[in-house]
Nanobody
Framework: EVQLVESGGGLVQAGGSLRLSCAAS????????IGWFRQAPGKEREGVSC????????YYAHSVKGRFTMSSDNAKNTLYLQMNNLNPEDTAVYYC????????????????WGQGTLVTVSQ
């Protein structure tokens, strides 16, 4: 079974940084588009970043481009999201996911995702 387990969320002040991790099992990263989406309370899912293969250029949402960086350790089947210069608008539950599409439609083709990890950014 495909499993994804997120960790690394927490409370951080505006301007700070967090590094999220996602431990994946049951598949290899080249079988799916993989990445991160987030959901703030009362709002729809928002794709954050994704990649189709280990050698491709990641996609980033406009709202996070230049601040967030996605990376992976393929040998460990682990995905990371380095989040810098956080602001209160980044507050959300962050999920890693496997999907059929990478890009602006990432959240429309989700196949598996984890339980999420909460990121709260204070003023």
């Amino acid at each position: 079974e495909v499993q994804l387990v997120e960790s690394g969320g927490g409370l951080v002040q505006a301007g700070g940084s967090l590094r999220l991790s996602c431990a994946a099992s049951g598949f290899t990263f080249d079988e799916y588009a993989i990445g991160w989406f987030r959901q703030a309370p009362g709002k729809e899912r928002e794709g954050v970043s994704c990649i189709t293969t280990s050698g491709s250029t990641p996609y980033y949402a406009h709202s996070v481009k230049g601040r967030f960086t996605m990376s992976s350790d393929n040998a460990k089947n682990t995905l990371y999201l380095q989040m810098n210069n956080l602001n209160p608008e980044d507050t959300a539950v962050y999920y890693c996911a496997a999907a059929g599409v990478c890009g602006s439609s990432f959240t429309g083709y989700l196949e598996r995702w984890g339980q999420g990890t909460l990121v709260t950014v204070s003023q």
